[in-house]
């Protein structure tokens, strides 16, 4: 995880650390920090919390006056004033923003690190699995640690392995000591010039006129240029204003490929909206009706959108959906969807266990990853396991300029959800859950002699359906904030609706830290119903249907709600608007417009993404960027 950024040019580094920070804040938002080079020495300024607080404590540093006493910085006048002439001169420099693995959110552990002589400045992005074993080698040897950082092994080992090599060699002899993933960049005292290495995190360089810029993620830099060098696992490299050294770990020169990418400079702004999320929500009609129009514009024809993959479903005789979090909830839906039109069987793994599995796939094996941000680690480990064994292998992201779109090209689907800002998924899940359906049509269109026509015409109702949900998000505002004192939430459904109970929760726990947790309605009997009583809130997704199936689910899934209720619990159900059956059974009844259950996953979201967000909001959490979290899970 961690965003990390640098530059090398003529323009002031620090500017541009700052900026390129703030585009890189969704890897993680616990503490950042910069260092910059002046005078052959480097200068550092690092705080914990998020970018806006090192914002302030850079300017504490010029003006004092103006800074709240909560960040008021620990610096000296005459030190302040030596860092502040640094920031505000250099032209080289790195950045980075944490999302803690090892060691607390606090000043200390926040980046750039330094050896004990500080002569370099170091940022990381990743994990060395091995550093207790270097870190106490290190210490046999004197060394002394600051930090309880995995990072500072490689700031010492570094060091120590300047002495008497050449930098690049001094890097790649480190390299061959890290076991781990690691994206780094260097600072070194009296040379102007960053040095960088690169192995299973991502890293890039934006090559500019007389400047050179490094970042984990290729949108950072694109503001500034659209050509970009993307570094392959164990290469390193030393870039000044004018040049770039790209070599592999066994000393050999590497070809530089420049990509020429589409240049983005479009900023992500709320608009109208008091948070990212609410925008998000709001762009969902938007999103469906694109999807639809790019793959179904006509109900009675083929699907499209599929063209460029190298897949005969014909041939695939499993399907495997790999995933994390939300988009693993998506896989769920799209088991149901594909068992039940396409009639193929489908497992869903949850990405960080099928990383490590000894799996068993054969070349008649799909092994699909879906990821919004196409760079989750443990999505990203769980296709290659898959690919290694001999799988086919394909992905679902909303991101073509991602390692999970590159390792399955041109396997991919790209769901045109637009950046997502929020922590907490909603636009790109329901995107997913659309490209899910889309990729059932294409398996049965393949496969089956099954008619899809109604479905399909059924999807493309879904923007207005979702528009009409949205209207009614002050009515579910009245309903919802009631509940937000309550501590554990249980969410119950079945069938094609259980991967939105687990959803549902999943949201309320990102957004309010209330604990909530999501079960098959069935299952509740057997073990959650013990908690129940008047404490702990049940939240139903009772949707009826038009077959006796779909009807029967319905009818035991109130059922079970019954049997919530007989404990006393608070109930509440989502239920359609001309469904009466629930009525006064339920304490709370939040209406959605009348919906087939086949189609009802993604409108039965959109109620419980404004639950979370209103609790979320009425007691006061930080609603964009929650504790904890990230929005690109880097790490495995
Ligand atoms: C959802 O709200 C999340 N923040 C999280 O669960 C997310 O879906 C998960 O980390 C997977 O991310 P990805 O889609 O970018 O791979």
Not at 140 to 162: M, S, Y
Not at 264 to 277: A, V
Not at 322 to 327: I, K, M, Q, Y
Request: charge should be negative.
């Amino acid at each position: 995880m961690c965003g990390i950024v640098a530059y090398i040019g003529k323009k002031n580094a620090k500017d541009l650390l700052i900026d390129g920070l703030r585009s890189l804040e969704y890897r993680g938002y616990d503490s950042s920090g910069i260092a910059v080079l002046h005078n052959s020495k480097i200068e550092l300024v690092k705080s914990a919390g998020k970018i806006a607080r090192l914002e302030e404590k850079i300017l504490s540093l010029k003006a004092p006056a103006l800074v709240t006493n909560s960040v008021s910085s620990n610096f000296n006048s005459h030190v302040a004033e030596k860092i502040n002439l640094a920031l505000e001169t250099s032209t080289c420099g790195i950045g980075h923003t944490r999302w803690a693995t090892h060691g607390i959110a606090n000043d200390t552990n926040a980046h750039p690190h330094q050896d004990t002589e500080a002569n370099i400045a170091l940022v990381h992005n990743g994990i060395i699995k091995n550093y207790l074993s270097l870190k106490q080698e290190l210490e046999a040897e004197g060394i002394q640690f600051r930090t309880e950082t995995d990072t500072e092994v490689i700031t010492h080992l570094f060091a120590k392995q300047r002495a008497g090599k050449a930098d690049l060699d001094a890097l790649r002899a480190v390299m061959n000591r890290l076991e781990g993933s690691y994206a780094v960049v260097i600072l070194v005292k009296d040379q102007n010039k960053l040095l960088v290495a690169k192995n299973q995190s991502p890293l890039v360089i934006g090559i500019g006129e007389e400047e050179n810029y490094v970042a984990s993620d290729s949108s950072t830099v694109l503001q500034y240029t659209n050509k970009v060098l993307k570094l392959k696992d164990q290469q390193l490299a030393e870039i000044t204003e004018t040049k770039i050294i790209l070599e592999d770990l066994y000393g050999n020169e590497a070809k530089i490929e420049v990509h020429h990418l589409v240049q983005n400079t479009s900023i992500q702004e709320k608009g109208p909206y008091k948070h990212f999320l609410v925008k998000e929500i709001h762009e969902q009609p938007a999103v469906t009706s694109l999807m639809l129009d790019q793959c179904l514009a006509n109900a009675t024809k083929p699907i499209t959108g599929f063209e460029q993959l190298d897949v005969d479903f014909k041939q695939i005789n499993r399907i495997v959906f790999v995933a994390c979090g939300s988009a693993y909830h998506a896989a769920l839906i799209g088991k149901y969807l594909i068992e039940l039109w396409a009639r193929v069987p489908v497992d869903v793994e949850v990405a960080s266990e099928y990383a490590s599995k000894q799996v068993i796939v054969g070349a008649n094996d799909l092994v699909v990853g879906i990821s919004q941000s196409g760079e989750t680690a443990d999505t990203l480990a769980a296709i290659n396991n898959a690919k290694n064994a001999g799988a086919q292998i394909m992905a679902i992201t909303n991101k073509s300029d991602s390692a999970i779109y590159d390792l399955t090209s041109p396997n991919n689907y790209v769901t045109p959800a637009g950046i997502e800002v929020s922590v907490a998924s909603t636009k790109a899940f329901v995107s997913q859950v659309l490209a899910l359906y889309f990729l059932t049509i294409k398996i049965a269109e393949d496969r089956t002699e099954i008619d899809l026509t109604e479905i399909k015409q059924g999807l493309r109702s879904l923007p207005l359906i979702i528009d009409q949900v949205i209207e009614r998000a002050e009515d579910y505002k009245k309903q919802f904030i009631k509940y937000s004192n309550y501590r554990d939430f249980l969410f119950l459904s079945r069938g094609i609706n259980y991967p939105i109970a687990l959803e549902g929760a999943l949201k309320l726990k990102e957004l309010s830290y209330i604990h909530a947790t999501g079960y098959p309605s069935g299952e509740m009997k057997h073990g959650p119903i013990a908690i129940l009583d008047q404490s702990v809130p049940v939240l139903t997704i009772a949707i009826d249907g038009k077959s006796k199936f779909e009807h029967s689910l319905y009818e035991k899934t109130l059922s079970n709600a019954e049997e919530a209720r007989a404990r006393k619990s608070p109930s509440l159900v989502i239920a359609c608007d001309d469904n009466q059956d629930v009525t006064g059974l339920f304490d709370e009844v939040i209406r959605i417009p009348n919906i087939d259950q086949f189609l009802s996953p993604i409108i039965a979201t959109i109620p419980l993404q404004f639950l979370a967000y209103y609790i979320a909001e009425e007691l006061g959490k930080d609603v964009d960027q929650p504790r904890n979290l990230a929005k690109s899970v880097t790490v495995e």
